[in-house]
């Protein structure tokens, strides 16, 4: 399938106007297209993929730039070198803040689920012996 590997070298924007000119074409084509476009996953800003997508891309950007030397608006420095050292070091301990706290959510998300799922598997103990040990009859 050379056509459905050059759309997705395209990227979205391609399948959206091959979409639109299904519908121009004839409906059932466009209606089609759509489909096939959002559940084959090839629209990602939609799904989990999409966001890590961006973020990655993201993330590739400021390796480049920081590769570079330079800031985010190109300027390759302040022209004070204990400036430029503070700014960075002060990014990069904003950047360990960040990862450390979604490290922190992940952890309390994960203790809150396993609270829940031994708070259900007591209940359900409780009123499994509670059932075995009354006699029916």
């Not at 979409?19 to 121009?24: D, R």
């Not at 973020?55 to 190109?74: A, I, T």
């Amino acid at each position: 399938m050379p056509f459905v590997a050059k759309l997705d070298d395209l990227g979205s924007g391609a399948w959206i106007a091959l979409t639109i000119l299904g519908f121009v074409f004839w409906w059932p084509v466009g209606l089609a297209l759509l489909a096939f476009t959002f559940w084959s996953g090839r629209m990602m800003c939609w799904n989990n993929r999409g966001m890590s997508r961006w973020q990655g891309k993201m993330e590739r950007m400021r390796d480049r730039m920081e590769s570079r030397g330079g800031d985010w608006f190109g300027a390759p420095s302040s022209g004070n070198r204990a400036f430029d050292e503070y700014r960075t070091e002060t990014l990069r301990r904003l950047e360990d803040e960040q990862r450390e706290f979604k490290d922190f959510l992940q952890r309390l998300r994960m203790a809150k689920d396993k609270a829940e799922f031994d708070q259900f598997m007591n209940e359900r103990r409780g009123h499994s012996s509670a059932d075995v040990a009354q006699p029916q009859g």
